[in-house]
């Protein structure tokens, strides 16, 4: 194999046509024109080819790069600068695990010891016979866009914070307005204060979604991990969103494993012999996720029954919130964990939302390096799946035990 992407062809219009009729020319020419780095390396890491912007991007000609590792050459970095570890650095994980790679918040150190922001795509070779010979990676300088990005979010940031001010304020005197004890109004009057009220809390919860989707975005999100048993927590959970299901004369099931309690019946919850299943999240964060996912069951089921449910393996908790609602079509699905993306339905079109409460979930449940997905059959319901990584019993016996004398030692600095 001969790889000459570092070199560039200088065709004349003959030249360009002649070498138009062969395969490997046209593939230099495209690689040498475009725009996106493209490095190859072969399966022990090593630099096989390196196109011009690649050599623009990191500073390196490829007549030095080629023939050096891909860790001197391609010094990434993760979003805050830090130096990747091995597991965690995409260009070792595709040495190692052969499967394609996409990575958009990766850093490059240049040759210049400048930074640039980097959206990067890596994809292994294989023979036909499904041998790894290496991989070939993509890579564009996003610096800008980042830059931009960034500019973007602190406006909404600010703007929201702003703004829900000035909107708590209105909500709270329209609720003085329509307490009896303080004014008296018409029921006409009272009928239109509480159309106001309720909008006035769409908008409040629209600007905290906002404000909470901007610090997820620039990993501002406040977060205080603590070791949590996860069936204790959810039962908790479950009994206060009973009420809601209640109202809306929906039935609500909790489900471990693969047995089931009606939640409505304490003794029967108590009887069901559970593992302990511990998780290291913050709790404030991790009720957020699932308070979005019940009130989205609530809010797109009309008839039926909710089931919360906890399941799991050695590595993983697998926590699920499952609906007989209208469910979700398959084309919607990739996109519905995106910012104000909602499903253009009847239902969406009465049912009000902003859009941002599944990106928020994905958000907080990456912080944990967990996983958000769901599965749906329309006409028939939907079930969105949250999988964290577990900690051992004894593990989380031991880091409760280090919490508890973070709290009880005074001489150790407490967060307020
Ligand atoms: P919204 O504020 O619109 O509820 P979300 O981000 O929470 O925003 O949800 C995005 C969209 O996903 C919703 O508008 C709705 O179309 C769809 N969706 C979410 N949960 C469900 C569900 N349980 N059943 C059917 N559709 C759902």
Redesign the pocket.
């Known amino acids: 194999m001969a790889f000459g992407w570092g070199k560039r062809s200088k065709p004349g219009d003959n030249a360009l046509a002649s070498s138009l009729e062969n395969e490997k020319n046209k593939s230099e020419i495209i690689l040498n024109a475009i725009a996106d780095g493209a490095v190859l390396v072969d399966s022990r890491g090593v630099i096989q080819a390196f196109n011009p912007a690649a050599s623009k991007i990191t500073g390196w000609p490829a007549s030095e790069a080629i023939g050096l590792d891909h860790h001197s050459v391609l010094t990434l970095t993760n979003e805050k600068g830090e130096p990747y570890a091995d597991v965690d650095n995409p260009l070792t994980q595709i040495l190692k695990d052969h499967k394609e790679i996409k990575n958009n918040t990766a850093m490059i150190k240049t040759r210049s010891n400048t930074s640039a922001a980097l959206s990067l795509i890596l994809s292994p070779l294989v023979t036909k016979d499904n041998i790894f010979i290496g991989a070939v990676g993509v890579f564009r300088d996003v610096t800008a866009e980042r830059g931009e990005e960034k500019q973007r979010a602190d406006f909404i940031s600010t703007a929201s914070h702003e703004m829900r001010t000035p909107v708590a304020a209105i909500e709270g005197y329209l609720a003085l307005a329509m307490n009896d004890k303080v004014s008296h109004i018409d029921s006409k009057a009272r009928e239109y204060l509480e159309k106001a009220h309720i909008s006035t809390q769409h908008l409040g919860q629209l600007f905290q979604?906002l404000l909470t989707a901007a610090k997820s975005e620039d990993g501002r999100l406040t977060s205080h991990p603590v070791v949590v048993e996860v069936g204790g927590f959810i039962e908790e959970l479950a009994s206060d969103m009973r009420f809601a299901a209640e109202k809306k004369g929906l039935q609500m099931e909790y489900v471990i494993g693969s047995q089931s309690s009606n939640i409505l019946d304490a003794k029967a919850e108590q009887r069901v012999l559970r593992p302990f299943y511990y998780v290291l999240v913050d709790p404030d964060r991790i009720r957020e996720v699932m308070t979005?996912?019940f009130?989205?069951?609530v809010?797109?089921?009309e008839a039926g029954k909710i089931t919360l449910g906890l399941t799991g393996d050695d590595n993983v908790v697998q926590i699920f919130?499952r609906?007989s609602?209208?469910?979700?079509p398959a084309e919607?699905i990739p996109h519905?964990?995106q910012k104000?993306?909602?499903?253009?339905?009847s239902?969406?079109r009465t049912?009000?939302?902003?859009?941002?409460?599944?990106?928020?979930?994905r958000k907080i449940v990456e912080l944990y390096q967990g996983r958000i997905w769901?599965e749906?059959t329309p006409g028939q319901?939907?079930t969105?799946y949250i999988n964290l990584p577990r900690i051992s019993s004894e593990a989380a016996m031991q880091m409760k035990s280090k919490e508890s004398n973070q709290i009880v030692n005074p001489s150790l600095p407490t967060t307020l």
């Open positions: 979604d979005n996912l009130d989205n069951a809010k797109y089921t919130v609906d609602g209208e469910g979700i919607d519905l964990f104000f993306y909602r499903v253009d339905s239902i969406t049912v009000g939302g902003t859009g941002l409460g599944l990106f928020i979930c769901v749906s319901g939907s969105f």
